[in-house]
């Protein structure tokens, strides 16, 4: 059985950091691409930042980008979003994805996801 639990959530004061992490088992790890998506009260879920299946190649919004680095441990195995400079607007609920593919194509690639781990990011 497939799965992916997030893990590393909190409160962190503006210009903080943390550390999302994403356990998966159930599946050969090092075969799929993976994600971190994120939806704020009221707002669309949203791509924050995605991985190949070897980890040598990576993508991010606009928004976190400089901020944010998404990268993946294949012998845990477990994928990790390190979050530093946070602001007021990174808060939400972060969920870990994995698709079905090697390489990243998009949220319609998508076949499996986290639970969510909630970011507050406030003083």
């Known amino acids: 059985q497939v799965r992916v639990v997030e893990s590393g959530g909190g409160l962190v004061q503006p210009g903080g950091s943390l550390r999302l992490s994403c356990a998966a088992s159930?599946?050969?790890?090092?075969?799929?691409?993976m994600g971190w998506y994120r939806q704020a009260p009221g707002k669309e879920c949203e791509l924050v930042a995605a991985?190949?299946?070897?980890?040598?190649?990576?993508n991010y919004a606009d928004s976190v980008k400089g901020r944010f680095t998404i990268s993946r441990d294949n012998t845990k195995p477990t994928w990790y979003l390190q979050m530093n400079s946070l602001k007021p607007e990174d808060t939400a609920t972060y969920y870990c994805?994995?698709?079905?593919?090697?390489?990243?194509?998009?949220?319609?690639?998508?076949?499996?996801w986290g639970q969510g781990t909630q970011v507050t990011v406030s003083s």
């Open positions: 994805a994995r698709t079905q593919s090697v390489y990243w194509y998009g949220t319609y690639d998508v076949d499996h």
């Open positions: 159930g599946f050969t790890f090092s075969s799929y691409a």
């Open positions: 991985i190949t299946s070897a980890g040598g190649s990576t």
